[in-house]
């Protein structure tokens, strides 16, 4: 830090982009030190420099650093920021399932629907790695339950397919559709056959989900077991 502060007050430029390790401040933020940061914004640096290499904010979500998240948010960092691939640091916060930082984005205005290329939302990925504290937090900020990803999956077969059955029996109870085919023409209940997720196809087959449909295959849910090796699942279908 000492050596930090005396090359500031020699001039150094806190905002200088090294062609090998990006600016000094995302070097900072990327190593977790605060006190290196919060010298660097005193002497001018950006909180956010623009590029999407050098995110900031998606660096201290990645390492659940909250302290780190709300600084950077009070120092003019935009809660939109996004890594190189267009994911940002609210949708890397739900994959982590970390409460804290979702509520610190959130609170600054990050948008609750915003997906990358591939179209998968912050919720939807909650869903698939079975984050239920990032998928009620985010449910209660008005999330949208129906977002399809470029594949045309919904979070209710994100979360079939991983077996997922606190966040699938939530779904249900929000009556999203059950019976959704994705571009491959897969349901829920086909997703969840092929897992041997036994869980979720009992929840799902309670609550009304068809066993008939077919996928582009022609395979039905119990086809879809039985082709895994899941006998089990099969005979409940």
């Known amino acids: 830090k000492d050596i930090v502060q005396m090359l500031l007050e020699r001039g150094a430029n806190p905002n200088e982009y090294g062609a090998s390790d990006g600016a000094p401040f995302t070097t900072a933020v990327r190593r977790g030190n605060a006190d290196i940061v919060q010298l660097l914004l005193a002497h001018g640096a950006k909180a956010d420099t623009g590029k999407v290499d050098d995110a900031s904010l998606v660096l201290a979500t990645q390492r659940g650093d909250a302290a780190l998240v709300s600084l950077l948010l009070r120092s003019g960092a935009s809660p939109e920021t996004t890594d190189a691939t267009g994911y940002t640091a609210l949708w890397h916060a739900a994959c982590r399932d970390d409460v804290a930082v979702l509520a610190l984005l959130l609170g600054a205005g990050a948008n609750v629907n915003a997906a990358a290329a591939d179209g998968v939302t912050p919720i939807a990925c909650a869903a698939a790695r079975g984050n239920d504290a990032a998928f009620d937090k ?3 900020a008005d999330a949208e339950v129906h977002a399809l990803s470029r594949s045309g999956d919904t979070p209710l077969m994100l979360a079939a397919r991983g077996n997922h059955a606190v966040i699938v029996r939530r779904l249900v109870a929000l009556r999203v559709g059950l019976d959704a085919q994705n571009t491959f ?39 879809a077991a039985a082709a895994r090796g899941f006998d089990a699942v099969a005979a409940r279908i």
């Open 138 to 140: 985010l449910l209660r």
């Open 185 to 223: 023409g897969d349901t829920a209940l086909i997703l969840a056959s092929q897992a041997g997720a036994v869980d979720v196809v009992d929840l799902l087959l309670q609550a009304g989900a068809k066993k008939s449909l077919r996928n582009r295959d022609g395979v039905a849910a119990a086809d």
